[in-house]
């Protein structure tokens, strides 16, 4: 059994490479979306052609992200979304809703200070995790049902 | 042809009144949250019991008020997603993406100042307006092929 | 905006006229499958011939039966499922499996000493009720959005 | 031809390894929930954080094995389950209902006292089997039209 | 609670007509295929044009009959079929399998002596009728609980 | 039976008028999407907001009307699209392969110098006629099993 | 491009070994019912226990079965059905049905005695075919677009 | 992560060349109809049989491309539609309706002047583009994050 899992959210820490290096060993097969601030916002004005408005220019950015997006939300077993400290995170709470009713299985990372104000997300969620740590003990017992010591 | 619409996001200002108001005389339902902001909180624990833990008193509320979500959402034509200018709104993006998973037509309505944090989410709509007045001409529009003069 | 409930589960108690006195004057329409014990042991035999064998016997009259309870299921915003406190109650497990992959709102009203062999079931339900008043509560907090006294 | 099975219920005797045994030499992958018992009731406190309320941890961990359940029985061409003859088995029920909702080729395993109290999950069973060996003698004629001498 | 049935098969009988007058009282709306068996044949070349070759003249005839056919199975709860003891009736079995494929619950009235012949198409139905009278007292039960006397 | 007629394509005749004249007395419900072209081509920024770019302006229009014609196809039990002898009709021949791919029963109706080019829609779809007059026909057989004279 | 093919239907030529020899080379993937006319009438019956009554012998058999033939056709990308000149042949009909609610690609079989009784089964189909030779042949030029000289 | 593309679209320059070889040493797997003008019009008529009306041999070659193009366009993850100058191109149309109803990421290739004709179609994109290397840009952007230079 290979598990899939996408990695959503939060892209200024190292938490995807946390969890991909913990996860060595385990049947995973991870993705994500692209993680390079500066190429994520340009892609589509760079490809295809530039846009004096920046709502355009940002437009045509989002959709370009969004093949990448949507095939990885699409082909997931589990869909894991961190929320940092900072930021407004619309995307990774839209991935959140996006990932529920296609009926995957919902991991949230989170600090407790945003317990309130993400309760709707986490009541989609098959679990709640504090630190990547968590999401790698999950992976291991769900592939192999061991528990961390 | 009866268009339903649900109204989610922002619930401190007056906008779901405002459209609900313009859209007298058209062939509109709309549905949408409990919007008293007391209620929704303490629903869960009013009605299935205290909680000692504040995290699972949110989270009892958050599930007994995703029934009523699930229902106006999957039910709706067109869901209109209002991001006002405080708060973290990340049920309001979560709802915009568990609306376009399952191919509803989405509206949002933002300041111009969430431009950059909502691409993401405008990339799957098919209208973003800054006033609920918008929201009601398209309204009119799409039912009577009616433009404002 | 109609709610659809299918009242699931045990047959030997008031509950299910409890919610339907409880919910007069709300906007619900309530489906049940046929709680009269012996027609529904019997249906399949009586109408489509006697066997001598038991397990077929048993078995054209659960297929009857699954006609309205497929449909009751189907139709539903939201599936309650009551849990008595006698007999194996596996028809009620099924129908909450049933309806938790179809996507069901689930309300499940169950005694506390079911607490830890309803925990999988549980985990799909977006309510944990005990009394059928709760689920009363429920469907008035749903539909507008007041919270009991 | 490769044959996805899902080995759901009864986690107390060894139907499970007697099935796969039997299998050898036939194209079938197995999958499984976590047999461990100690390990699937903790699963969520040890990994998420301990609660206080029995109710909460029972709940925490049976979202977090929900993960492996789905994706076993999303993926399955074949469910089996197995009622043994203690315990309410209402998780065993519930998968029985949810992988027929899911339009999956459903065995049910059971002893003949039972026969009566599961008809209504035998009515969407494509096998109804009393011994394990008969599950893999099924596995065998589906994939190779072979019957046991 | 209305029932949707849809009555496919044998149109050389007045069995459709037995149906619905024993049905009246009953909460039941029924569809049925163009019975008017030259209309049925003729309609693509009378209405589109006439064709040489008659398999093209059916062809074209078996497509019109198939927008009256697929909205019938798509939006019933219920699919009848009836084969008779003359005829091929391939499209009674055709329309059952599409039925099976939609989830419907199926019944199929049948004479014995097809019994052998009609075995896979029995195995996905939920009741195998011998007369029209029976498929009334599945109505009536399944809607009102209550058996033929 | 209602049915549900989507008329999509041309609109510089008076195609729909001629269905709808004709299909007096049965029991059809007709959509169509917004026919008064101006108003089609400025939708999305008469109501939005003004683009330089017109390419944004045309795509801020079609957006809105997708909300109409999206609504309109799924909606349908039978969606007619027709061609006309003069312009590009892309997004007819896009809304004959978005209800294909929904599955919604195709009538195409084109002049016979199309028939080569057409090929491939009308292989998807269940008749293909020439006049509006033979969709009324059709229509009317459909619904009450009578040919035309 | 694996072409992944259920051949369903006769069971009494050497039609299917045909299409197999004569798509040697290409990249496709046959699957097919049990053809072992004894085992596939006798299956349930000898894995599941005896049944007095002949009904519940071939019903446990066809259920069986069902288990082969419906993986067979869900994983399918093209569903050949050939009818023969003798039998019922309704599970042929039923496949076909079936195959097509699903929307799968049908080529069906077939001799022309039989178009007119096959031809609401014909009109759900993308090629009637009579030899298994051109069914090879459309295999060869969907997968190379090389046509038989 | 292997990116399934169908090329859909104008056969009549070197376009899906000039894309895959621009996308060698990506991961990514590419399908496309049959681009023999030739064998693609006449496909049904050699293998199945000559017919004298050219509609039908028309219909029957159409018929048989869909096995392809509908398996092509089902499996994929992007579909990409090139429209040309010349000819009507329904088809291309049509394939990008269809892929829109499914879900599939859209990239529109098309030259400027059929901006306006075009706009229902690009409504529904993720990407438009006026050249094959743009195409190949976005295939590299999507897998592997890096904009070209």
């Not at 995807?16 to 390079?36: C, N």
């Not at 009541?123 to 992976?139: T, W």
Request: net charge negative; with cysteine.
């Amino acid at each position: 059994m290979t598990l899939k899992v996408y990695l959503s959210g939060e892209i200024h820490s190292d938490w995807r490479a946390q969890i991909i290096e913990g996860a060595k060993g385990l049947d995973v097969s991870f993705a994500a979306p692209v993680t390079d601030h500066a190429a994520s916002d340009d892609c589509g004005a760079v490809i295809l052609g530039v846009e004096e408005n920046r709502y355009w220019h940002d437009h045509k950015g989002a959709m370009v992200n969004a093949i990448r997006t949507r095939k990885g939300i699409a082909e997931a077993d589990v869909v894991v979304v961190r929320f940092g400290d900072k930021y407004k995170q619309w995307n990774a709470a839209f991935d959140a809703g996006y990932a529920a009713a296609l009926g995957k299985s919902l991991i949230i990372v989170q600090p407790s200070e945003h317990d309130h104000a993400l309760k709707e997300v986490d009541a989609a969620a098959l679990a709640v995790a504090r630190e990547p740590g968590q999401v790698v003990d999950i992976l291991r017992y769900v592939l192999k049902g061991v528990l961390p010591e």
